[in-house]
């Protein structure tokens, strides 16, 4: 065998040898995926604003109100906040009287119309009123889903309501907020001097 020929068998050996190591593997193995799923919770409330009615049940406050109101009349103003959400959530209200049609330059007396004691739990701040207690909601204790009342009357005075105020209307517009309980996030939206909320344990829902 020539030389030559000794180098064309030594190629194909080797090239053998390289396609029969290239079919070679280790053992191996593999996992399949694995997916963390994180749900965001919700913070929603519900405002209920609610009067009774002929048959002293519950229904809700007329959008138009009630006319021809006379000094000394009371009028039934059932105001409170539900948690609708998943989350628990401290809630807060704010209520906002206001007069028109009155003579020009006059200026109503606030003690004409009263909104009677304010329900357990609220406390007035800068203008809001909050509900210090944390509502865990229907997710996590149905049980506290609810504020306390609010309010439960709006009252007119008797003498003290003038002739002034014939013909004029009042309104008292009803708003409400909720943040989160978790965190302590109520400092972030509604201020650092907030220090009268019952602390809410952040490990829990």
């Known amino acids: 065998m020539n030389k030559r020929n000794l180098l064309i068998g030594s190629a194909?050996?080797?090239?053998?040898?390289?396609?029969?190591?290239?079919?070679?593997?280790?053992?191996?193995?593999?996992?399949?995926?694995?997916?963390?799923?994180?749900?965001?919770?919700?913070?929603?409330?519900?405002?209920?604003?609610?009067?009774?009615?002929?048959?002293q049940e519950l229904v809700s406050f007329p959008e138009n109100g009630f006319a021809n109101v006379n000094p000394g009349d009371e009028y039934d103003k059932i105001v409170y906040v539900e948690n609708t959400g998943s989350k628990a959530v401290y809630v807060r209200v704010k209520l906002t009287p206001g007069w028109s049609g009155l003579p020009a330059g006059f200026d109503p007396e606030e003690y004409v119309v009263s909104l009677g004691s304010l329900g357990t739990n609220w406390v007035l701040y800068e203008g809001w009123y909050y509900y210090t207690k944390?509502?865990?909601?229907?997710?996590?204790?149905?049980?506290?889903?609810?504020?306390?009342?609010?309010?439960?009357?709006?009252?007119?005075?008797?003498?003290?309501?003038?002739?002034?105020?014939q013909g004029a209307t009042f309104t008292l517009q009803v708003e409400a907020e909720a943040v989160q309980a978790s965190h302590e996030a109520y400092k972030d939206e509604w201020g650092e001097g907030i220090n009268f909320l019952e602390p809410y344990p952040p490990t829990t829902p």
């Open 12 to 55: 194909l050996v080797l090239a053998a040898l390289l396609v029969v190591g290239g079919t070679m593997a280790w053992f191996t193995a593999s996992s399949g995926p694995v997916t963390n799923t994180f749900i965001a919770g919700t913070v929603d409330i519900e405002l209920h604003d609610l009067t009774y009615d002929d048959k």
């Open 134 to 165: 944390p509502l865990r909601g229907p997710v996590v204790d149905e049980s506290n889903a609810v504020t306390t009342n609010l309010i439960e009357k709006v009252m007119f005075a008797g003498a003290e309501m003038t002739n002034d105020y």
